[in-house]
């Protein structure tokens, strides 16, 4: 029983850590709290089902072209909602502001589009098998979910870590001015991270679509205050902290489903939320960035 | 004439009150952002009045003005519980943290019985009139105009420039800070008191994440120079869908790029003094 709660809680834990892993690359790099996340997130999997209905393309090739595709429109976001605001004297929660209105924008174009009905991925379209190891049932979805969902994680880790690329990211998050004068380039860095903060927020909603079979303008709403528990309980903007905070989300939600009572889930998360804040509230990962005078 | 605004007071006078109780929303956020706090609480503290109020009504059958004073009540002492230990936090941690308060009580609502669970409260009488709203409006309005030049008032804006230098300065910034987060709770509570007795029904979907990040976004669009900014700007954001129901299904989608516009061109907010000032003196030239 509870190793198999364990599994399902692995399963959801790294998609909400992938969802998160964007949303805090973007306030890590760029400062920002982007609450147009959850749009792109839905934005991926629409592109999918389209890809999958529209083209006939398998789910795996689809769900590449999908985090391409939702990465371009988090590349959008960017140049025409945050460049105008960077750099200049504004209220610091204007940026925040400007992508609520771009999540408003787009969550209710797709509306308007799709219509506010669940679509569904055709039959077939998800593999269905699965694998039954003493009491407990692995589905090949959810092993194709974690797999996928750590190697993104890791693919990222090592980028950040290991490459001039991933050095110049982490300079630019530390000081954006002060990397400028070293002459990286901290424009393409936003934009670097803006696409590829999108394109993880895009994968992990294609994910989320696979795993539940259904997809609506809307599904990217409930997302957002988790991605924010997400990042408050590894510590905001960092990357190892997103991924655990993923992971441990996932296991309380499940936990609290299975043994206490499904009404009461949100409330476990957003009251470890609440304690965590107040007990440590750099997060588990985070330094304390607050500002003395 | 008058029967022209029978009709328009027929057909809108449910908005007319939104925009009212929307007003005091924007107020009581401005009040915590005057003091330098982001929170983000007060859609919470609004279900726990609209809830408080509306159940003084339904259960205890009390007149409603001590519905509405027991709806101001209750979120005021539970802004004093929490406060103490929150607004150790402050900027984003602060913002996260009143979050997270708030889904708690969203999901409280969704799980108790007095609360109706997730079908909330049905029937609750029309109580709310167009002259409570506005009383409580002038009221309000009279305090803010009195408070910047008060003590208090000088108190908030040394805190809100540079908390540091404000206590260095003698200010008792901890209790200065419950007070604007008391207050700003108090009104919010007022204000879903006086939502739930027009609307006739409380439900714990208004009260979460998205209500939360609205009355912020109103602030914030109005500009939050003066306390006038946040009015104008969460009435415009209330009236807005109304005026665009003609493009039917994409109207919230001209919202939000009409909140993309305004945040690009008008980065002070749409109430910016120094813009009017610069529109007249180009004006007369």
Redesign the interface.
């Known amino acids: 029983m509870i190793a198999q709660q364990l599994i399902n809680a692995l399963t959801l834990g790294s998609v909400y850590a992938l969802f998160a892993l964007g949303f805090t690359l973007v306030f890590g790099v760029l400062e920002v709290?982007n609450?147009a996340h959850g749009a792109v997130f839905m934005a991926g999997a629409y592109a999918a089902l389209l890809l999958v209905t529209k083209a006939n393309l398998n789910i795996w090739v689809a769900l590449p072209l999908a985090m391409l595709a939702s990465g371009a429109l988090g590349l959008l976001i960017d140049q025409?909602?945050l460049k105008?605001?960077r750099g200049?004297r504004?209220?610091h929660?204007?940026?925040m502001?400007?992508t609520?209105?771009?999540?408003?924008?787009?969550?209710?174009?797709a509306?308007?589009i799709f219509g506010a009905e669940t679509s569904r991925f055709p039959l077939g379209t998800i593999p269905e098998e699965s694998f039954q190891i003493g009491t407990i049932r692995i589905t090949e979805l959810q092993i194709a979910i974690v797999i996928i969902s750590f190697l993104l994680m890791l693919l990222l880790m090592v980028i950040l870590k290991k490459t001039r690329l991933g050095k110049a990211v982490r300079a630019v998050a530390e000081n954006p001015q002060t990397s400028y004068l070293l002459g990286i380039n901290v424009e393409g860095v936003f934009r670097l991270v803006s696409f590829t903060a999108a394109a993880l927020g895009g994968g992990a909603g294609v994910l989320i679509g696979l795993s539940f079979n259904a997809i609506f303008p809307f599904m990217g709403?409930p997302l957002?205050?988790k991605g924010?528990?997400v990042i408050?309980l590894g510590g905001?903007g960092d990357v190892r902290g997103a991924m655990v905070g993923g992971l441990f989300l996932g296991v309380a939600e499940v936990m609290s489903v299975a043994y206490l009572?499904s009404?009461?889930r949100?409330?476990v998360?957003?009251?470890l939320?609440?304690l965590i804040?107040?007990v440590r509230?750099s997060g588990l990962f985070g330094r304390v960035l607050?500002r003395?005078? | 004439m008058t029967d022209d605004l029978q009709v328009f007071w027929a057909t809108y006078n449910t908005l007319v009150y939104t925009v009212g109780v929307h007003a005091m929303l924007a107020l009581s956020i401005y009040l915590t952002l005057s003091c330098g706090l982001?929170s983000l609480g007060n859609a919470a503290f609004m279900g726990i009045g609209a809830y408080t109020a509306a159940l003084a009504t339904l259960r205890l059958g009390l007149p409603f003005g001590e519905a509405l004073a027991l709806g101001g009540l209750l979120p005021g002492l539970v802004a004093l519980v929490i406060g103490i230990?929150?607004l150790?936090?402050?900027?984003?941690?602060l913002a996260?943290?009143t979050?997270?308060?708030g889904?708690?009580v969203?999901?409280?609502f969704?799980?108790l019985e007095i609360t109706g669970g997730s079908m909330g409260l049905n029937g609750i009488p029309m109580k709310t009139q167009l002259w409570h709203i506005v009383a409580i409006l002038v009221v309000l309005v009279y305090g803010f105009v009195r408070l910047r030049r008060s003590k208090i008032g000088r108190a908030f804006e040394a805190i809100k420039e540079?908390?540091?230098?404000a206590k260095a300065m003698g200010i008792n910034t901890t209790s200065y800070k419950l007070l604007a987060f008391v207050l700003g709770a108090i009104i919010a509570g007022v204000a879903g008191g006086l939502n739930a007795h027009f609307t006739f029904f409380v439900s714990p979907r208004e009260y979460g994440?998205?209500p939360a990040?609205d009355i912020?976004?109103g602030a914030?669009?109005g500009g939050?120079g003066s306390f006038v900014g946040p009015m104008v700007g969460s009435a415009i954001l209330a009236i807005l869908p109304e005026l665009l129901r003609f493009l039917?299904?994409?109207?919230?989608?001209?919202?939000?790029?009409?909140?993309?516009l305004v945040?690009?061109y008008l980065?002070?907010g749409i109430w910016d003094r120094k813009l009017f000032a610069r529109l007249r003196r180009k004006g007369s030239a």
Do not use: W
């Not at chain 2, 540079?162 to 230098?165: G, I, K, P, Q």
């Not at chain 2, 039917?248 to 993309?260: E, P, Q, S, T």
């Open positions: 709290i609450l025409i909602v105008p605001l200049r504004a209220h929660l204007m940026p502001i400007a609520i209105g771009a999540a408003t924008l787009i969550t209710n174009a509306q308007g709403q957002m205050p924010i528990a408050i905001m009572s009404d009461y949100d409330a998360a957003f009251g939320l609440f804040l107040l509230p607050e003395k005078a | 982001l230990p929150t150790r936090l402050s900027g984003v941690y996260m943290a979050l997270g308060f889904e708690v969203r999901v409280v969704l799980n540079d908390e540091t230098a994440f998205d990040v912020l976004t914030i669009f939050t039917k299904a994409f109207r919230l989608a001209v919202n939000g790029l009409i909140l993309i945040v690009i980065p002070n």
